[in-house]
């Protein structure tokens, strides 16, 4: 989900086609099902580099996510239900979610995720355009709903592909995760106790076709970053350490960005330790 502190860098262009951002939801779906579809059953008990989950926590915490999102958009009065849920154990619940799931046989487990996505994807489809729905942060348009539901399986596809020694060749569709690293940038300074810089940094990123560059913010800002796209994503979803990375700031406020950045809602996540270091 969005956090609650984001801006909008000047000059971005807000995502109004919602069936684009659908249809790159299902592709990368599509591409994360294809690593696991024909995984031995011992292997879905392979530790990923996220500490206690295997590879099934990970499937399962993105059919679980799923099934909120498709409740948000169907159902708002069960999906309070689960709003409460998360209020009386806000430490735990996304783990206990993860481990209710990892328990399942693979087969079951592989499919709940791909009825579960399926289902949020007809529904997202068919949403009314202007709808929003609720969240566990702000109400969420079908847009920025499919936004989240492909940065949490782009991550969480990351942990299985590492774990499995795979490399994922980057898609364009990044760029919506991209849009979310750098919305996010007030939320990581706060979630920190931190008070946001002032000013907009400019973000030039390079896609991983090589054929274009992802801007953000003024020409003439003073603080910038600059790199290639598909870094910048596993900066801001802590999937890598920045030293690894080929991502650079220039000035103090845009360095110290790149230290704490991040995409995801919730407290600030531990990160991953410099390659070399282990996990």
Partial sequence: MLPTHTVVPRGERIVS???????????ESEELDRLVAELEESRWALATPAP??????????LAW???AALLAVTDAEAF???VGKALASPGTWVDEAARVGAALPPARLLSTWREGRAALDRA??????????????PPMSVASMATGRLMETWAHGQDVADTLGVTRAPADRLRHVVRIGVRARDFAFGVRGLSAPPEEFRVELVAPSGKD?????PEDATQRVTGLALDFCLLVTQRANRADLAVRAE??????WLDIAQAFAGPPGVGRAPKGEGR
Avoid: K, M, N
């Avoid at 206690?52 to 915490?61: C, E």
């Avoid at 560059?213 to 913010?217: D, I, K, L, P, S």
């Avoid at 000035?251 to 110290?256: E, F, N, V, Y």
């Fill in 17 to 27: 086609d919602a069936s684009s951002v659908i249809d790159d939801l299902s592709r």
């Fill in 52 to 61: 206690g989950w295997t590879v099934a926590h990970q499937i399962a915490h």
């Fill in 65 to 67: 996510t799923d099934r």
């Fill in 80 to 82: 309070g239900t689960e």
């Fill in 124 to 137: 997202l489809r068919a949403a009314p355009s202007g709808t929003r729905f609720p969240w566990y942060g």
């Fill in 213 to 217: 560059v992802w801007t953000y913010g």
């Fill in 251 to 256: 000035g103090p406020d845009a360095d110290q």
